[in-house]
């Protein structure tokens, strides 16, 4: 019987391994959390698919205001509003 917290597949995944003892083990590894996207128009944003630990290890998003939470083309037209409103146009 597994442990309690590898009975739930919520956070974690299974994985068969072979040992070189020919045997087949089963490992498990937490799950990778969904791909990043849009927070207004919900496209795919071009960052990779992390766990948990990874997001925490720190992986860099791109230098861009907003950058990893809005798509480009949605953060150029939201730049374009605001500008447009201080203008009075
Ligand atoms: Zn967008």
């Not at 948990?52 to 860099?60: A, K, P, T, V």
């Not at 205001?65 to 939201?78: A, E, H, Q, T, W």
């Amino acid at each position: 019987m597994p442990r309690p917290t590898y009975r739930s597949r919520k956070g974690w995944r299974r994985i068969f391994t072979r040992t070189p003892g020919g045997t087949t083990k089963l490992r498990y590894e937490r799950k990778k959390h969904d791909y990043p996207k849009c927070a207004i128009c919900g496209r795919k944003l071009n960052i990779p698919r992390l766990t948990i630990r990874e997001e925490r290890r720190g992986y860099r998003t791109p230098g861009r205001p907003y950058s990893g939470n809005v798509c480009p083309s949605c953060l150029r037209d939201g730049i374009k509003a605001a500008v447009r409103q201080l203008a009075g146009m």
